[in-house]
């Protein structure tokens, strides 16, 4: 059974850090794209950062650049999103989700459509 879990969520305050994991189960992620995405209330889900397991390409969005850094650890399965300068407007709910690598090309890593499995996301609140 393919399945994706979130962890690592959380408050903290402005400025603060925080590390996201999401473990795979139920296939490798040696052919698959891990892309992070927020949903914050009354927006529309946005594509926040994603890595490309086959080769490693990495992409992220123009408002966490410098900030938030993906990862991963193909032992463990697992891709993080490490968020530092945690700022108000980054309180969201956070998923991960898996795409075959070939669909997560410049134009393509941040469209949801592009992705075929989804975690069940962890919260993020920025707050004072």
């Known amino acids: 059974q393919v399945q994706l879990v979130e962890s690592g969520g959380g408050l903290v305050q402005p400025g603060g850090s925080l590390r996201l994991s999401c473990a795979a189960s139920?296939?490798?992620?040696?052919?698959?794209?891990i892309g992070w995405f927020r949903q914050a209330p009354g927006k529309e889900r946005e594509g926040v950062s994603c890595i490309s397991n086959s080769d490693g390409r990495m992409y992220s969005a123009t408002s966490v650049r410098g900030r938030f850094t993906i990862s991963r650890d193909k032992s463990k399965n697992t891709v993080y999103l490490q968020m530092r300068g945690l700022k108000p407007e980054d309180t969201a709910v956070y998923f991960c989700a898996a795409a075959p690598a070939h669909r997560a090309t410049m134009t393509g890593w941040a469209s949801a459509d592009e992705y075929d499995y989804w975690g069940q996301g962890t919260q993020v609140t920025v707050s004072s």
């Open positions: 139920g296939f490798t992620l040696d052919y698959y794209a």
